[in-house]
């Protein structure tokens, strides 16, 4: 089993960015799929991006295609993610997630491994 601490998150005002980490340990990530899931209250959890396990693949929502960019470091064992031009609507909890395979996916269920979480606030 593989523990994934994230960090980067933080209050933000509309229009800025974040970068957030994600940092594993316990086990390689150099093989496998990496994807990012944010929540916001009342709602489910929805996908944000996901790398293969490469790097050279990505994948991302409609909502924040153009404005996130996930990239990972397999030496160091971590991912990220850039957000730029943050909106409001981007406030929730922000969750990384490693898979078994080193294909993506969008959905959470087809994700083993989960962090504990990082508050992003985008303030109007």
């Known amino acids: 089993q593989v523990q994934l601490v994230e960090s980067g998150g933080g209050l933000v005002q509309a229009g800025g960015s974040l970068r957030l980490s994600c940092a594993a340990s316990g086990r390689t990530l150099s093989s496998v799929a990496m994807g990012w899931f944010r929540q916001s209250p009342g709602k489910e959890r929805e996908f944000v991006a996901a790398?293969?396990?490469?790097?050279?693949?990505?994948r991302y929502a409609d909502s924040v295609k153009g404005r996130f960019t996930a990239s990972r470091d397999n030496a160091k064992n971590t991912v990220f993610l850039q957000m730029n031009s943050l909106k409001p609507e981007d406030t929730a909890v922000y969750y990384c997630?490693?898979?078994?395979?080193?294909?993506?996916?969008?959905?959470?269920?087809?994700?083993?491994?989960w962090g504990q979480g990082t508050q992003v606030t985008v303030s109007s």
């Open positions: 790398i293969t396990w490469s790097g050279f693949t990505t």
């Open positions: 997630a490693a898979r078994r395979y080193p294909s993506i996916s969008g959905f959470p269920y087809e994700y083993a491994d």
